[in-house]
C-alpha cells in the first residue's frame, strides 16, 4: 500500500507578488535625467504615497508605472490583467456644454444605471447623476472622478495629486473615503500628493523623490528622515497627527545607503489633541 507524505498545516503562504514592482528606472526628458535607478513596487491593500518638491519626477514615475511613458532603462512589472482606476489631477470640463453627472460617469463605456449609483455611494455622494459636472464643488467634483475610477473595479486606483485646490477639510475627507475603499476593495493605493500633512498620516509607506528615491518608510519615518526635512523642513511634522492610520505592525525603514532610523511617532500637545478629534 502506498502511503500518503502527511501535509504540513504550518508551511507559510508564499508572499504574494506586487501589483506594480518596478526596479532600476531610469527616464530622461529633453536631455534632462527625470528617475535615476528608482525602484518601486505597491501589493494589494496598501496605500503608498509619493511626495516630493515640484519638478521630482513624481508624475512622470506614475506615468512609467502605468505605463504611458517609456522608461529609458530599468523594468516594470504589472500583475497579469491588471486593472487600473486613474484619478488625474485636474480635468476641464467646458461649462458652455453642459454634461450630467450620470452621463459623464457612461463615458466612454456603458455601465449600468444601477453601477453608476453605487460607485458614487461608495465616495459618499448622493443622488447627483443628474447635476452638471460644472455645477459641482471642487470636493463633488473630484469623488465624482474617484467613482469613474471605480467603474473600472481597480486592483490599484492611483490618484495623482487628486486633491490640488481642495481645502484641508476637503483633502482629509477626501483620503479618509479612500482609505475606506481601499478596506472595503482591498485594492493598492497609489497616491501622488503635495498635501503632505494629510496624506501622509493616511499611508502604509511614504516615497519621498526627488529624482531619486530620498528616504521611504512609514509617515512618521519619513517624517523624522533628514532627506525629508532637507526637502520640506521641519515645520510639517507636526501636522502629521491631524489624520493618523493606526499600524498595528512593526516597520522599518532603510535608505538606499544602508542606514536604518527608528522613530516612535508620538504626538504632543495640540497634534495629539487634534488626532483624538479626528
Known amino acids: 500500500m502506498r502511503s500518503r507524505l502527511p501535509q504540513s498545516a504550518s508551511s507559510p503562504d508564499p508572499t504574494p ?18 528617475l535615476d535607478r528608482v525602484d518601486f513596487s505597491v501589493q494589494r491593500g496598501e496605500i503608498v504615497t509619493v511626495v516630493g518638491p515640484n519638478g521630482s519626477g513624481k508624475s512622470s514615475l506614475v506615468q512609467v508605472l502605468i505605463g504611458a511613458l517609456r522608461a529609458d532603462a530599468g523594468t516594470v512589472h504589472r500583475a497579469r490583467g491588471l486593472r487600473i482606476g486613474y484619478v488625474p489631477q485636474t480635468l476641464h470640463i467646458d461649462a458652455t456644454m453642459p454634461m450630467p453627472v450620470a452621463r459623464f460617469l457612461a463615458l466612454p463605456r456603458r455601465h449600468s444605471a444601477a453601477d453608476r449609483a453605487a460607485a458614487l455611494t461608495r465616495v459618499g455622494l ?16 473630484q469623488r465624482v472622478l474617484l467613482a469613474r475610477a471605480l467603474l473600472m473595479q481597480p486592483d490599484l486606483l492611483v490618484l495623482d495629486e487628486a486633491t490640488r485646490g481642495l481645502d484641508q477639510p476637503g483633502t482629509a475627507a477626501f483620503y479618509r473615503t479612500v482609505e475606506a475603499l481601499r478596506t472595503g476593495l482591498g485594492c493598492g493605493v497609489l497616491m ?63 535608505h538606499g545607503h544602508g542606514d536604518t532610523h527608528d522613530h516612535d511617532g508620538r504626538p504632543g500637545g495640540e497634534a495629539e489633541q487634534a488626532k483624538r478629534d479626528v
Open 192 to 254: 501622488v500628493s503635495h498635501d503632505l500633512h494629510v496624506v501622509m498620516s493616511a499611508s502604509d509607506r511614504v516615497v519621498c523623490l526627488n529624482g531619486h528615491i530620498c528616504c521611504h518608510g512609514t509617515p512618521e519615518i519619513v517624517a523624522s528622515a533628514p532627506e525629508y526635512r532637507a526637502l520640506f523642513g521641519a515645520g510639517t511634522q507636526g501636522t502629521l497627527a491631524l489624520y493618523r492610520h493606526e499600524h498595528n505592525h512593526d516597520h522599518d525603514h532603510r
Open 17 to 34: 507578488a506586487p501589483l506594480i514592482d518596478a526596479r532600476g528606472l531610469v527616464l530622461r526628458r529633453n536631455g534632462r535625467l527625470v
Open 126 to 141: 448622493g443622488d447627483v447623476g443628474h447635476l452638471p459636472m460644472s455645477q459641482l464643488s471642487g470636493g463633488q467634483f
